[in-house]
């Protein structure tokens, strides 16, 4: 059984830093990545990166800010987050899929067949 599991949101200060966290087991994916959903507005995605080679792809208003890694050894997907801004609150989703895709097809949910249970971010101003 396939299972993401997230952990490291919660609430930081504008201009501070959190690293989410994605463990992954039961299989192993081609593409992963992470989507937000403010409250009231739609899901978008936020960043992905392909598992073999490290392709990484980011929206535009993270560029700079966020980094998407991934550790093979622990099947792990990790998000660091810096500058955080109000704008960033939402709860992010841990996404992931066996396919190997590129851009822009990475950056759509229907990509993904996996998806995590979602970790609130909460930036204070």
């Known amino acids: 059984q396939v299972q993401l599991v997230e952990s490291g949101g919660g609430l930081v200060q504008a201009g501070g830093s959190l690293r989410l966290s994605c463990a992954a087991s039961g299989r192993t994916f081609g593409s992963a990545g992470w989507f937000r959903q403010a409250a009231g507005k739609e899901r978008e995605f936020v960043a992905a990166i392909r598992w073999s080679g490290g392709s990484t792809y980011y929206t535009d208003s993270v560029k700079g800010r966020f980094t998407i890694s991934r550790d093979n050894a622990l099947n792990t997907v990790y998000l660091q987050m810096n500058s955080l801004k109000s704008e960033d609150t939402a709860v992010y989703y841990c996404?992931?899929?066996?396919?190997?895709?590129?851009?822009?097809?990475?950056?759509?949910?229907?990509?993904?067949?996996?998806w995590g249970q979602g970790t609130q971010v909460t930036v204070s101003p």
């Open positions: 996404v992931a899929d066996r396919a190997v895709v590129g851009d822009p097809i990475i950056r759509l949910p229907r990509v993904y067949d996996y």
